[in-house]
Nanobody
């Protein structure tokens, strides 16, 4: 059983930056694919980025060039570096882990608790 604990998000002005982290315990971190999703009020949970066991990454078009997912296996942590934030990025952000990576929430067995990111104009 894997537990994922996310860092606190925050309130950021448009154009600003924020780094989210998600620390894992209870499993072999390097064996898992990892992802970030987000959910804005009234919307479905949306794929943001994933990173494979080997370090291959994919980012959603909406965040490509602004967000970067990374992992540090020595620290059992996955990160989401968010730059040039926009008000449309406002959402609850969730990290996720699973045996495979992809854009569907159904691929992931374990989820973080979610953290609020608010981007003001």
């Amino acid at each position: 059983q894997v537990q994922l604990v996310e860092s606190v998000g925050g309130l950021v002005q448009a154009g600003g930056s924020l780094r989210l982290s998600c620390a894992a315990s209870g499993g072999t971190f390097s064996r898992y694919g990892l992802a970030w999703f987000r959910q804005a009020p009234g919307k479905e949970r949306e794929f943001v980025a994933w990173i494979s066991r080997s370090g291959t990454t994919t980012h959603a078009d909406s965040v490509k060039g602004r967000f970067t997912i990374s992992r540090d296996n020595a620290k059992n942590t996955v990160y989401l570096q968010m730059n040039m934030l926009k008000p449309g990025d406002t959402a609850v952000y969730y990290c996720a882990a699973g045996s495979f990576v992809g854009v569907s929430t159904t691929l992931y067995n374990y989820w973080g608790q979610g953290t609020q990111v608010t981007v003001s104009s």
